[in-house]
């Protein structure tokens, strides 16, 4: 079972808002904090932040949409055993240029594995 902290929680509209003022900088950290949040979910090392920015960059963005495949498979069978298509959304939502959307969904049911279903 995952730690009862806040400290995975974010306020969705608050990230999406810098990483769109930022030109996708803080995308970056919200990428990070949400490794961070499903590696404890899953109590286990799984997602590190330097190899999936390295193989982003050299994919030329292509592993990132499988990363957000896996990152919404791993959430769901956490968070949302009852849906199994969370990863599937977040592969079409990526691939359409829409990753952002796809971080929000994932973001917010981390949110709600931990407790805060407001944000």
């Known amino acids: ?4 902290s806040d400290e995975h929680v974010k306020n969705i509209a608050l990230c999406v808002v810098l ?3 930022t030109c996708g900088i803080y ?3 919200w990428q990070h904090t949400k490794m961070l949040a499903v590696n ?4 286990q090392e799984k997602y590190s932040f330097l ?4 193989f982003t960059v050299v994919t030329c963005g292509l592993y990132h949409i499988y990363h957000q495949y896996r990152l919404g498979e791993d959430i769901a069978k956490i968070a949302r055993p009852d849906q199994k298509n ?8 990526s691939a359409l240029g829409l990753s952002i959307v796809a971080d929000a969904i994932q973001q917010s049911h981390i949110n709600t594995e931990y407790g805060d279903d407001s944000l």
């Open 1 to 4: 079972m995952p730690s009862r």
């Open 86 to 93: 969370d990863g599937l959304m977040a592969l079409i939502l």
């Open 40 to 43: 404890d979910m899953l109590q």
């Open 27 to 29: 995308n970056l950290y």
């Open 51 to 54: 190899p999936w920015l390295l």
């Open 19 to 21: 990483s769109l003022v």
